[in-house]
């Protein structure tokens, strides 16, 4: 069965500049949840969709929005990027996204802001 | 809120050395614990997880143990291996918030 996968891998933009990234699950996996990583704040979570519906909102400005299509695909777009954008972003899928089920992870889109 | 905290490192260690990366927690409810390893330039994968309290999750020679008493799940591993170079995440989901939140990550060295 096919991973997480996750595209572009790389991305470099300016600011002001807005993105898209992508995301697709596992294969009957509907829980898709985004995360940012960076050296000085870690992993924080961004959203959780599931059914095309977002349960849960990290706190992070507007400027971060998310969507899922039927086929469970999920887009993030960040818009008027910033320099602190800088990030690895990255995607998890799970069944149903309950508690006890295990979040596999793509590989990660890497975004540089110049 | 949620919060994990684990130490931060980093740990060196020689081939064939006793690992314990130590990690408590801070939940409402009855989480479910889960161990991440990160490689250099990769995602995460799930290392091992536990939902209910005294489950012990184990996987390629790592153990922990979910200690509601005490609130804490302890990464170990009896003999490193130069391989196991990584950084190691201790994350929590609680209750029904259908997000991961994370330690800060510990990286692991280990010297042949």
């Known amino acids: 069965k096919a991973g997480v996968t996750q595209t572009p891998r790389y991305l470099i933009k300016t600011r002001g500049q807005q993105v898209t990234l992508s995301c697709s699950p596992i294969s009957g996996h509907r829980s898709v949840s985004w995360y940012q990583q960076t050296p000085g704040q870690g992993l924080q979570f961004l959203f959780e969709?599931?059914?095309?519906?977002?349960?849960n909102k990290g706190n992070f400005p507007g400027r971060f929005s998310g969507r899922q299509f039927s086929n469970s695909r999920s887009e993030m777009n960040v818009s008027t990027l910033e320099l602190g954008d800088s990030a690895l972003y990255l995607c998890a899928s799970s069944l149903v996204g309950l508690p006890q089920e295990t979040q596999y992870f793509g590989p990660g889109t890497r975004l540089l802001v110049l | 809120g949620d919060s994990v905290t684990q130490m931060e490192g980093p740990v060196t260690l020689s081939e064939e050395a006793f690992l314990t990366i130590n990690c408590t927690y801070t939940?409402?409810?009855?989480?479910?614990l889960f161990w991440y390893v990160q490689y250099p330039g990769e995602g995460l994968q799930l290392l091992l997880k536990?939902?209910?309290?005294?489950d012990k999750g184990s996987n390629k020679g790592f153990e922990a143990t979910y200690r509601k008493e005490t609130t804490s799940f302890h990464l170990e591993k009896g003999s490193v291996q130069v391989s196991d170079s990584a950084v190691y995440f201790c994350a929590l989901i609680g209750g029904s918030n259908y997000k991961l939140t994370f330690g800060k990550g510990t990286l692991l060295t280990v010297n042949p």
């Open positions: 969709y599931f059914s095309e519906t977002q349960r």
């Open positions: 939940a409402t409810g009855y989480p479910s």
């Open positions: 536990a939902t209910k309290a005294d």
